[in-house]
C-alpha cells in the first residue's frame, strides 16, 4: 500500500495509524482462520468419539460387556440365536496384520537403510517417489489382486489345502501395501541422523554395513518404532483387502490358510446390507468401530510414549 507523504517528504501520522490498522486487521483475520482449521480438525475427532460412544452404550444396554470381550462366537445377523463375543473379530484382525507386519517391517526397513546409506543422489531422486507410488494405489485393486492372484499362486505352488478366501494372502498385500509408509517413515528418521556420527565412526575404521546397522539405526530408532506402529495402525485398520480376500468367517483360529473376517470387513458388511437403525446388529458396528478405535488409540500412545522417551537430541 502506497504511503502518502507531507510536505517535508514525511508519511503523515493519520496514513500511518490507517496502514497499522488495515495490517493488524489482516493478520487477526489469518490468525482466526488458521485457529478455526484447527479447532474443526478437534471437533470433528470429538464428534465421532461421540456417536461411537452414545451408540455403543446402547449396544451395551442389550449385551453383556463382559460377554462382548470374552465371547468366542460371533453370529450377530443370526435372529433369535445371535452370539456377540468379538473375540474372532479380533483375532482375524490380528492374524492378518501379524503376516503383512512380517512383510512390511523388513523389507521397509531395509528399503529405508539402502536409500538413505547405499543409493546415490541420483537413484534416490527415481526410487523413493518410485516406492511411495504403492501408497497411491485404491486398496480394493489390492484386495482383487490378492483374491485373483496371490491365491491361486499360493494354492497352485505351495499351499493346495489354501482357500479361496484366506488370512494369509490378504496379509502378504497387505503387508506390500504398507512397505511405502514403513519406508519413506523410516527412511526420513535416518536420514535426519548427523552426519558427523558417520563420519566419526568411518574415521575408526567401520565398514558401511557397521555403520548403518550400529550406528545409524539405534540413532534413528524412536523414528524407526515410530514408523513401525503407524504401519501397524494403517494394517489394523485396512478394509478393503481384507473384506475381498480374507473372507466373512468369523472364526476363532490361528491358521492364515483359513477364511477368517476382520473387525472392518465385518462392519463392511453390516452397514452394506439392509440392516434397520436402532437394531442390536445395526449397533454392533459401533461396538466392533469402538473396539478398533481404542486399539489404535492405545498404539499411537505407546508411540508418541516411545519416542518422546527414546528420542536422541544431537
Request: net charge positive.
Amino acid at each position: 500500500m502506497a504511503v502518502e507523504v507531507g510536505r517535508k517528504g514525511r508519511p503523515e501520522a493519520g496514513d500511518w495509524r490507517r496502514n497499522s490498522r488495515a495490517r493488524h486487521l489482516r493478520e487477526r483475520a489469518v490468525k482466526v482462520a488458521l485457529a478455526a482449521c484447527a479447532y474443526l480438525s478437534v471437533l470433528t475427532t470429538f464428534g465421532i468419539v461421540a456417536v461411537l460412544l452414545f451408540e455403543t452404550l446402547d449396544f451395551f444396554k442389550e449385551v453383556s460387556l463382559l460377554k462382548f470381550l470374552t465371547g468366542t462366537e460371533w453370529s450377530a445377523s443370526f435372529q433369535g440365536q445371535a452370539e456377540y463375543g468379538i473375540l474372532p473379530l479380533v483375532c482375524g484382525t490380528l492374524l492378518t496384520t501379524a503376516i503383512a507386519i512380517l512383510v512390511a517391517l523388513p523389507l521397509g526397513l531395509s528399503a529405508a537403510i539402502y536409500l538413505s546409506e547405499y543409493a546415490s543422489a541420483r537413484l534416490r531422486r527415481w526410487l523413493k517417489p518410485a516406492l511411495e507410488v504403492l501408497a497411491g494405489v485404491p486398496t480394493v485393486v489390492y484386495g482383487y489382486f490378492a483374491l485373483t492372484l496371490v491365491t491361486p499362486f499360493l494354492k497352485d505352488t505351495i499351499l493346495p489345502s489354501l482357500s479361496v478366501f484366506n488370512a494369509l494372502s490378504a496379509g502378504l498385500v497387505m503387508g506390500v501395501m504398507i512397505i511405502p509408509t514403513v519406508a519413506s517413515v523410516s527412511e526420513d528418521s535416518i536420514y535426519a541422523v548427523p552426519r558427523t556420527l558417520r563420519e566419526g565412526a568411518y574415521a575408526l575404521g567401520a565398514t558401511r554395513r557397521e555403520v548403518a546397522t550400529r550406528i545409524v539405526v539405534p540413532a534413528a530408532l524412536s523414528g524407526i518404532v515410530a514408523a513401525f506402529i503407524l504401519g501397524v495402525s494403517r494394517a489394523i485398520g485396512e478394509t478393503m483387502i481384507v473384506a475381498i480376500a480374507a473372507g466373512a468367517q468369523p472364526v476363532l483360529t490361528l491358521n492364515p490358510l483359513s477364511s477368517v473376517q476382520t473387525m472392518t470387513a465385518y462392519i463392511v458388511q453390516v452397514a452394506s446390507g439392509d440392516t434397520p437403525r436402532g437394531t442390536t446388529t445395526y449397533q454392533t458396528i459401533f461396538a466392533v468401530g469402538s473396539t478398533l478405535f481404542v486399539m489404535t488409540l492405545l498404539l499411537n500412545i505407546v508411540s508418541y510414549w516411545f519416542v518422546r522417551h527414546y528420542r536422541e537430541k544431537y
